[in-house]
């Protein structure tokens, strides 16, 4: 079975600077999906980047990008000029490529704070 | 804007007494889930629905059911909560399920008293 797991259950950053959030995950499947959630609190979870296993370029979004790495299992978040609005509980999700489920698995979640 | 709606935001109800939560979505997604997070814990999955073929996960327990009576609507029923059923409950919604984005609603808190 596939395991998630996101070994920094709390982080702090000041706002300007750069931050990274550990991933790592257990497949032993070649084809995926890797996503990365953001949960403010008290409001709704939104996507923050996705990565397919099979593109070999990191995704990218504005201020947030990936270092994924297929052979180490490992998936990264790095947040660039962090902002107070960064704050909250970010969680790293697998999901696996050609299953019938569409079932995300998720790590237990980062808390960041983003301090002025 | 599209967007998935879940009522009520906040839910209070005593032991074994049954309680639904309400999900919508204007986003016209074939695919909803319902997920459960407990506190400082991880969204789990408890079922979803590809149209209108229900899909069960192993382990979620026979106290909790689901409906979609229409693309639009899905409800999750607790047919007797337990204290260990006070959680945040979570529906999801996606175009697909292959590699789909999942968009979520902002979560109903259940407390059970």
């Known amino acids: 079975a596939q395991t998630v797991t996101q070994s920094q259950p709390e982080m702090s950053v000041q706002e300007a600077e750069t931050v990274t959030l550990s991933c790592t995950y257990d497949t032993s499947e070649n084809n995926y999906y890797l996503f990365w959630y953001k949960q403010p609190p008290s409001r709704q979870m939104i996507l923050v980047i996705r990565q397919e296993a099979y593109k070999q370029q990191n995704a990218t979004e504005n201020r947030f990008s990936v270092n994924f790495q297929k052979a180490a299992k490992s998936f990264s978040l790095k947040i660039s000029d962090s902002q107070l609005g960064d704050t909250a509980m970010y969680f790293c999700?697998?999901?696996?490529?050609?299953?019938?489920?569409?079932?995300?698995?998720f790590g237990k979640g980062t808390k960041l704070s983003v301090k002025p | 804007d599209a967007m998935v709606i879940q009522n009520p935001r906040y839910q209070v109800t005593q032991f074994g007494k049954p309680v639904t939560l309400s999900c919508s979505q204007t986003l016209n997604h074939n695919v909803m889930y319902w997920y459960q997070q407990k506190s400082s814990q991880a969204p789990k999955l408890l079922f979803h629905?590809?149209?209108?073929?229900?899909?069960n996960e192993a382990d979620t327990p026979d106290n909790f059911q689901s409906r979609r009576p229409n693309t639009s609507f899905c409800f999750l029923d607790i047919r007797s909560p337990g204290l260990g059923d006070a959680a945040m409950y979570l529906c999801a919604t996606s175009p697909r399920r292959e590699g789909g984005t999942q968009y979520f609603g902002p979560g109903t808190r259940l407390l059970v008293l």
């Open positions: 999700a697998f999901m696996n490529y050609g299953g019938s489920q569409g079932n995300l698995i």
């Open positions: 629905y590809y149209d209108k073929d229900f899909n």
